[in-house]
């Protein structure tokens, strides 16, 4: 199988692509491609149909992705360190406490158990509130 040579605007598409979220118009400008709008959308499109260009996507994609889940390991290690450490701040051991509950999502649960309830109440006193205006329409009329 032939293997493609990236040209020089392909590799700062991909580049341009990995970093500004995936939009692959502003990374076709970006790269340098002149045109028009329609233009410039239809180079992008065109760029992530090509098998090589995709391919490299996808590397630089699968690389940042395992960084990631490499800095999320240290840093939920480093709070649990923090966490648990007996001579920690209970300042500091509270935060890191706080901050992996989020990261586990332990509270949200009850967050949006809380916030549905807010809604039905306020839901209701609008509804009364509502019912006392007509009333009072109805009685002066």
């Known amino acids: 199988m032939e293997k493609h040579k990236l040209t020089y605007k392909q590799q700062r598409f991909i580049e341009n692509y990995t ?3 995936g939009n692959a118009t502003k990374a076709a400008r970006d790269a340098g491609y002149k045109g028009n709008d329609t ?3 239809s180079v992008g499109r065109e760029n992530l149909t090509k098998p090589h ?5 996808d590397a630089i994609t699968q690389r940042k992705h395992e ?4 800095k999320v390991r240290r840093i939920l290690n480093k709070l649990e360190s923090i966490a648990y450490d007996a001579q920690a701040r209970k300042s500091d051991a ?4 706080e ?4 990261y586990h ?3 949200s649960e009850k967050r949006i158990i809380e916030n549905i309830d807010r809604q039905r109440e306020l839901d209701e006193q609008e509804q009364a509130e509502a019912k006392r205006i007509a009333l009072l329409r109805f009685k002066t009329a």
């Open 39 to 41: 233009t410039i959308r």
């Open 105 to 107: 999502a332990i509270w």
């Open 53 to 57: 260009v995709k391919t490299a996507i």
């Open 94 to 97: 509270l935060k890191a406490m």
């Open 19 to 21: 970093t500004n979220g």
């Open 99 to 102: 901050l992996l509950g989020k």
């Open 67 to 70: 960084n990631n889940e490499e």
